[in-house]
């Protein structure tokens, strides 16, 4: 079936530093990919997504592109800021459902 | 603001007892899911809508029942509270094809 697995945090980081999580999957067929990010006390929120092999998605200075050859979907930032502070969820969805698959979360801090 | 309400925020609940979980959605999406977050062990879907008058189980679904009445609503029941569903719960919907999800705030469930 299909799955994703993203790497185990947490992750500390200091301002301004790079960040990278790693995110891989399983599936069968060509699913769209997409990473979620959940603030203290609250829902996920879309960060992310792309549809297709080479596809990058882009938002508040995150960046994530679709490699089919790796099957992955690496999280990525140039600086971060405290405020990026959040849990990261990567997630797939398969080409005949809309029901989404999401790995276990990657808790980010970031220090000042 | 179009998006997902639930009710309540957080709820502490006597073992034994039935407990409704309420979800609504104004954005007029078909599918409607319910998960589960816990700790290590991310984002558990427990039930899902498609349409309204359908639906489906998910990866956990024992001890929970769900109704689709209508577009708008998907509220989840507790018939018999155990403190093993001591959990946060978020509701979401999904519309377009490939868009991914919109998320509600969650319902923070403590059972004693």
């Known amino acids: 079936g299909n799955s994703v697995t993203q790497m185990e945090g947490p992750v500390t980081l200091s301002e301004e530093a790079f960040l990278t999580i790693n995110c891989t999957y399983t599936?069968?067929?060509?699913?769209?990919l997409f990473w979620y990010v959940q603030y203290p006390g609250e829902g996920l929120q879309l960060l992310l997504k792309a549809t297709k092999a080479d596809d990058k998605g882009s938002n508040k200075g995150f960046e994530a592109t679709y490699r089919k050859e790796t099957t992955s979907f690496h999280l990525e930032k140039g600086s971060v800021q405290v405020s990026d502070s959040a849990v990261y969820f990567c997630a797939l969805s398969d080409r005949g459902s809309e029901k989404l698959v999401f790995g276990k979360g990657t808790k980010l801090t970031v220090n000042p | 603001i179009a998006g997902i309400t639930q009710a309540p925020t957080s709820q502490i609940l006597a073992a034994g007892r039935r407990m409704t979980l309420r979800c609504t959605q104004d954005?007029?999406?078909?599918?409607m899911y319910w998960y589960r977050q816990d700790l290590g062990l991310g984002l558990r879907l427990i039930h899902y809508?498609?349409?309204?008058?359908?639906?489906g189980k998910g990866e956990v679904p024992d001890g929970y029942s769900v109704s689709r009445a209508n577009t708008d609503d998907f509220p989840l029941t507790l018939a018999s509270a155990v403190p093993s569903q001591t959990s946060v719960y978020f509701c979401?919907?999904?519309?377009?094809?490939?868009?991914?999800?919109?998320f509600g705030s969650g319902t923070r469930l403590t059972v004693v």
């Open positions: 809508s498609n349409t309204a008058g359908t639906t």
């Open positions: 599936a069968t067929g060509y699913p769209s």
């Open positions: 954005m007029r999406h078909n599918a």
């Open positions: 979401a919907s999904s519309g377009l094809r490939g868009e991914g999800y919109t």
